[in-house]
């Protein structure tokens, strides 16, 4: 592409620059942690879990982390995408037990075998679910 005059390309090259900026701009605005604080606040902290882990696997079809624990002698999906909690995704073992009260952003594993206790609080950071830094 050929600019014909001066004027031409001091137009051209600041709009080029404003064009790329905006782009940028729409690619990394951190939109996703809204509907990380928002899946924390609708469904993560009005969950109830207390079980004992019966299965722990990667399904590669689905690319995520499953989790299942029994309540009441039924199975049931921990739905939280606990891949982003690395440490809690470690620590977690089939046989544990598992804790969490509504309205609460804790997750406790008790390791049934050693019966010692690991205490994991969530938050959202860079849109995705985290264990939070521990203080």
């Known amino acids: 592409m050929k600019i014909k005059n001066k004027k031409t390309k001091s137009l051209f090259i600041p709009r080029l620059i404003t064009f ?8 990394f605005t951190p939109s996703t942690c809204y509907d990380c604080n928002e899946t924390l606040k609708e469904d993560i902290l009005p969950l109830y879990v207390c079980g004992l882990i019966i299965k722990k696997y990667y399904d590669k079809n689905h690319n995520y982390e499953r989790l299942f624990y029994t309540e009441n002698n039924k199975e049931i999906y921990f739905h939280i995408r606990i891949s982003y909690a690395q440490h809690l995704w470690d620590a977690v073992q089939i046989g ?12 406790i594993i008790k390791n049934n075998n050693t019966n010692s206790y690991t205490i994991y609080k969530l938050e959202c950071k860079f849109g995705r679910l985290y264990e939070k830094d521990k203080e």
């Open 96 to 107: 544990d037990s598992i804790f969490k009260e509504a309205g609460s952003d804790t997750v």
């Open 20 to 27: 790329i900026v905006i782009i940028i701009l729409v690619i």
